[in-house]
């Protein structure tokens, strides 16, 4: 009996270190990120510490949640800068930021899409674009989807390759993590949120990656730069454009979103200036490019 | 070194002039029994302060998201959807994926690693006990990670060529590529066998050996006394392993999800599926809010889920063992 309760003992504790380790795993793994997005955003900031500087007054940021890493990571070198300088930013949805800059409620509305034709009385500033590279087997005959029939593999209207041209064989889809941005930003512009059927969910690009790269039947999705970064997949074009970054800032590709900066028309602030000065800099889109964004400068 | 000391000197029981000579004096003495005394409580709380340490925590991080989303619909809501418009967060299939995965994996595992224990413990000759006992504990030393890649790399295909024959034509089911539960059993099943052959192994071996002579001398042959007789004689080590083994199953993250699938589905044996211990890991890195809060709920609900198995066949080892004894 000694023995069995040792041996129980042993596995509360191990079960006990398993279920710690998974909490723990995470929570480090995103402060990390955010150490490493402050580091370089201190250093970049050091470099060109003489430009602007010295904003005391405030300035309040509010809209998209995609872009709470990049607003996080321009305000945070824009304050090493104007240490005096109070912003706050809150991420409670696109639409909310660009009712929030209407009404006065915040300096900036940030938005991960166009503004809408009822959205008047704003001045957009595009400060990155997130492009999104769907890409299949290198095997895959299939060069060219239409956007159209890439939503509907995702949501499972269309659930073998030769309904697009392709060889008969039954499509696997692969996608992100609930959580993941990308996922977010490519069911949005495809307009299929929630409504998507996935067959495997991956936690990361590189996981998407090499299951697409492994399965022959396979369809995923991933930033654009991870899909240009060696070649292990194919990218396929959508509506004969292929994904690429003159394309998408030519407009032509559509799997891309724009973030941009909406500010009322007539709000003089110099606060407000200054930082979308500052995101369009050379040092701003320095930024924008460590965030696997595309620079719009 | 001065636990050596101790005993060279006490053996010799000359008188020299190290600190512990059984002509010491006693107040010394005495001091040091009490700091190791000391010592070694310190030493066995730490076990039980980690643990007490880890519940307190699960269950204050664990509650707050359950209370929100509200207990039933956490355990018996199927739709986990946690950054939709309309958010929902049930578990049911996750739950029932990580049961009836672990029980398969289980149902597989255990009758090879019981008969390996059986094969290595009473019928293999010294030579081939020699080349089987090592590849079992290398197995046991490959580190969970492996396992996933070489289920990813060589497993996985193989179920997709199964999964293209089966389902040719179908209409209605979704085509994983060989991601699926069937997969992640097959792996977790391989993981088991270390754990449970060897503590089965040295259970069989710590039967008393007048038991297995008794019964050959009554004319039984050796298979009769095996399975008749040592093998219920081990039943207490042999249940401790199979415990240990469905822990080793419910607990395993990291091989599992590079060859589950990981979508949130009914448990069937080619649906890509979702465990416990996979929702957490997948989800955790990019989560916030809400979101992130129910994903500790989940490490609570796995926590639980650890305890109760480890009571409920607690309770049935006391029982066998009473029995026995």
Redesign the interface.
């Known amino acids: ?1 000694k ?2 309760a040792i ?3 042993a ?10 380790c ?2 723990a ?3 480090q ?2 402060s990390q990120a955010q150490a490493s997005v402050a580091a370089s955003a201190a250093s970049q900031s050091s470099e060109a510490a003489d430009s602007t500087g010295g904003l005391t007054g405030s300035l309040s940021l509010s809209g998209s949640t995609s872009m709470e890493e990049l607003v996080k990571a321009l305000a945070e070198a824009f304050n090493e800068k104007n240490p005096d300088l109070v912003i706050d930013a809150q991420f409670n949805g696109s639409g909310q930021g660009i009712k929030d800059a209407q009404d006065g409620k915040a300096d900036i509305g940030n938005s991960s899409r166009e503004l809408k034709a009822e959205e008047t009385g704003l001045t957009a500033n595009v400060v990155a674009i997130d492009g999104i590279a769907v890409i299949v087997n290198k095997e895959n005959t299939v060069a060219d989807l239409t956007i159209d029939q890439l939503a509907k593999i995702y949501t ?1 209207e269309i ?1 073998n390759w030769k309904e697009v041209g392709g060889k008969d ?6 996608g992100r ?5 990308t996922r ?1 930003a490519f069911e949005e512009i495809l307009k299929v ?2 409504k998507c ?7 990361s690009t590189g996981g998407v990656k090499t ?1 697409v790269q ?2 022959p ?2 369809i995923g999705y991933v930033s654009l730069e991870a899909a240009d970064a060696d070649d292990t997949v194919s990218k396929v074009k959508l509506d004969g454009v292929e994904a690429s970054e003159e394309n998408i800032v030519a407009g032509s590709y559509k799997l891309s979103r724009p973030f941009l900066m909406a500010v009322k028309e007539g709000n003089t602030k110099a606060e407000v200036k200054a930082f979308i000065d500052f995101a369009l800099s050379a040092e701003g889109q320095e930024i924008v490019k460590n965030l696997k964004l595309i620079t719009v400068k | 070194m001065q636990g050596n000391e101790m005993v060279k000197t006490t053996q010799s029981a000359t008188a020299t002039k190290s600190f512990f000579t059984i002509m010491g004096s006693s107040k010394t003495k005495s001091a040091i029994e009490k700091v190791m005394s000391v010592i070694f409580v310190a030493c066995g709380l730490t076990a039980v302060l980690a643990v007490l340490g880890i519940t307190v925590y699960m269950i204050v991080a664990g509650s707050p998201a359950i209370g929100k989303i509200g207990i039933l619909e956490f355990l018996f809501g199927t739709r986990w959807a946690p950054t939709a418009a309309d958010p929902s967060f049930g578990i049911l299939y996750i739950i029932l994926t990580s049961i009836v995965g672990t029980f398969l994996a289980v149902l597989i595992g255990v009758p090879i690693a019981l008969l390996t224990a059986v094969y290595l413990a009473e019928v293999a000759s010294p030579r081939l006990y020699k080349m089987v006992r090592p590849a079992i504990e290398l197995l046991a030393g490959i580190p969970s990670v492996i396992y996933g890649l070489v289920g990813a790399i060589l497993l996985v295909p193989l179920m997709r060529m199964a999964e293209v024959a089966i389902f040719k034509g179908s209409e209605t089911h979704q085509f994983t590529g060989g991601a699926n539960l069937l997969s992640a059993v097959l792996v977790l099943a391989v993981m088991i066998l270390p754990t449970v052959v060897n503590v089965s192994e040295s259970s069989l071996r710590a039967v008393p050996k007048e038991l297995k002579e008794a019964s050959l001398a009554l004319g039984a042959t050796h298979m009769e006394t095996i399975f008749k007789v040592l093998v219920p004689a081990a039943k207490s080590g042999i249940v401790t392993s199979i415990v240990l083994g469905i822990g080793r199953a419910v607990g395993e993250a990291m091989a599992i999800m590079m060859v589950s699938g990981n979508v949130v589905n009914l448990p069937l044996p080619f649906n890509s599926v979702r465990f416990l211990t996979t929702g957490i890991v997948t989800e955790m890195s990019y989560s916030g809010g809400l979101h992130r809060q129910a994903l500790f709920s989940i490490g609570l609900i796995l926590f639980l889920f650890i305890m109760v198995i480890n009571i409920v066949l607690n309770v049935i080892l006391k029982k066998g063992g009473e029995k026995n004894g």
């Open positions: 009996m023995k069995m041996i129980l003992a596995l509360m504790v191990s079960t006990g270190i398993m279920a710690g998974s909490s795993g995470g929570s793994s995103s499972g659930k064989t039954p499509i696997v889809v692969i993590d609930a959580a993941s941005g977010g949120a929630d059927v996935y067959a495997q969910e991956k936690d299951a492994s399965t039947d396979a």
